[in-house]
């Protein structure tokens, strides 16, 4: 998207909300704190490890006859789970948190 279109973006979207003076584009209160961006997206995180992580089991379960898919599903999302939690850390290291 370029800078005009981007601008006519915010424009738009800053009257739409009934703001004009090109100072915001919200209402008040709508900022969440450090905490609550970090909480978030430590949730981010662990949503993508655990969606990964499911549906790889689900597919080696697909492709291993022998395998239990209830099983292997449920460890997929358990080691999900510690996937994005160590993505989480890696993100963290590399902010400098």
Do not use: H
């Amino acid at each position: 998207m370029g800078k005009r279109a981007r601008k006519g973006r915010e424009q738009a979207l800053q009257q739409q909300n009934g703001k004009t003076d090109g100072k915001g584009s919200g209402k008040q209160g709508e900022e969440f704190s450090p905490a609550d961006k970090r909480f978030a997206s430590t949730l981010n995180y662990l949503a993508r490890g655990v969606i990964l992580g499911g549906s790889l089991a689900v597919m080696a379960g697909w492709l291993i006859p022998e395998a239990n898919m209830g099983r292997m599903l449920g460890l997929g999302l358990l080691a999900g789970c510690l996937a994005g939690v160590t993505m989480k850390n890696i993100n963290d290291r590399k902010q400098g948190r």
